[in-house]
């Protein structure tokens, strides 16, 4: 069973608000910094799910 997110959807939008406002590079320049900061910081999602997210994204490309 899944746990409840421990976010709510406002701060969700505001955190991609901010990213793609400050972020220089495109979505492979700050997938370091969103693992640093979603996975060990806030904790928002768990390091199995960021590491589906970036193969996935790595898959577009190919």
Not at 15 to 22: A, D, H, R, S, V
Not at 25 to 47: C, F, H, Q, T
Request: aromatic content about 16%.
């Amino acid at each position: 069973m899944k746990e409840n997110p421990t976010y709510t959807l406002k701060e969700l939008a505001f955190y991609f608000l901010k990213l793609g406002t400050i972020g220089f590079g495109g979505p492979v320049a700050l997938v370091g910094y969103m693992y640093k900061d979603l996975v060990e910081n806030r904790k928002w999602i768990s390091e199995e799910c960021m590491s589906l997210i970036y193969v996935d994204h790595k898959s577009q490309f190919i």
